[in-house]
């Protein structure tokens, strides 16, 4: 890799959704910290992912970011960490 090359940030999450060609639907889940009470909160994201190895409903798959691919893409799937229960 070159010094002018960043690394894509890379996200992991459940696809919850392919029923888009050659695109999946992934709800990315964190925990964070409430300012005021400290209390810990379930925070979701839900991001569309180019697909070409095809991930199916309930997988969880490694994201990373990359170019505009559409007006609501902008992040490929890297690699299916593990297959939903059939």
């Known amino acids: 890799m070159s010094d002018n090359q960043k ?4 996200l992991e999450g459940r696809v ?3 029923k ?3 695109t999946v639907t992934v709800l990315i889940e964190r925990q964070v910290q409430h300012g005021l009470l400290g209390k810990i909160i ?4 839900k991001l569309h992912a180019q697909d070409d190895i095809g ?11 990359c170019r505009p691919l559409s007006r609501t893409k902008h992040h490929r799937v890297v690699e299916i960490v593990t297959r939903a229960a059939v």
């Open 7 to 10: 690394q894509a940030r890379t």
């Open 16 to 18: 919850i959704s392919n």
């Open 20 to 22: 888009m060609n050659k």
């Open 55 to 65: 991930a199916n409903e309930g997988d969880l798959v490694r994201i990373a970011e």
């Open 42 to 45: 379930r925070r979701s994201t």
